[in-house]
């Protein structure tokens, strides 16, 4: 456990993470990628969702080269909040983003075009994803030029939803079996 930590500590500072990402959120992460049994690509993606949504808070490693390949915008549900998502929850018609460890599946076209089927591994805390129909997938509301019109990111329904311009690109990279991280602050959990 000590050596896995140190590996932890010392993969923050190659990304050059350190101090854009919490430690407590990158060391979950990185350990949940490490123990989800599935896994079938050396991809971590970390959302935090502590930062505001006018900031780049959506991460994909890749933990074998160590090498961050993406960092953008991310939406997060209408439920939880307006420019920081402060309420989470597992809930069908909550609205609200769900927090924890989810291993993706396949993609499909859907009502919000190239969409990434995302897998809840945590009884209670995400385990209801699919059912509730929470996905990755692309959004005007999350383009940056949003921000400027309104001081935030538009929200979803409980999806993390991505620019448009890299949607697509994002979604092949991480599909068919990486892990997914989503950290946040919640009081009910």
Not at 94 to 99: A, E, I, V
Not at 108 to 126: F, K
Not at 174 to 188: F, P
Request: charge should be negative; aromatic fraction near 8%.
């Amino acid at each position: 456990m000590q050596n896995l930590i140190i590996s932890i500590v010392l993969l923050l500072n190659q990304l050059g993470l350190d101090g854009q990402v919490p430690y407590e959120a990158f060391e979950t992460a990185a350990q949940s990628y490490y123990a989800v049994e599935g896994r079938q690509k050396d991809v971590l993606t970390l959302i935090d969702f502590t930062k505001p949504s006018t900031d780049r808070r959506l991460w994909v490693i890749d933990m074998a080269a160590g090498k961050v390949l993406y960092n953008t915008h991310v939406a997060h549900g209408r439920g939880s909040g307006d420019n920081y998502a402060t309420s989470f929850s597992n809930i069908s018609g909550s609205n609200q983003s769900s927090l924890g460890v989810y291993l993706t599946e396949n993609t499909y076209i859907g009502r919000n075009g190239y969409s990434l089927v995302i897998n809840g591994l945590e009884a209670g805390v995400n385990d209801n994803a699919k059912a509730r129909a929470v996905v990755i997938h692309g959004a005007q509301y999350a383009n940056p030029e949003v921000i400027e019109a309104q001081g935030r990111l538009g929200r979803s329904l409980g999806c993390p939803a991505l620019p448009v311009a890299l949607a697509k690109e994002v979604i092949d990279v991480i599909k068919e079996g990486s892990v997914l991280y989503i950290y946040g602050s919640n009081d009910k959990i």
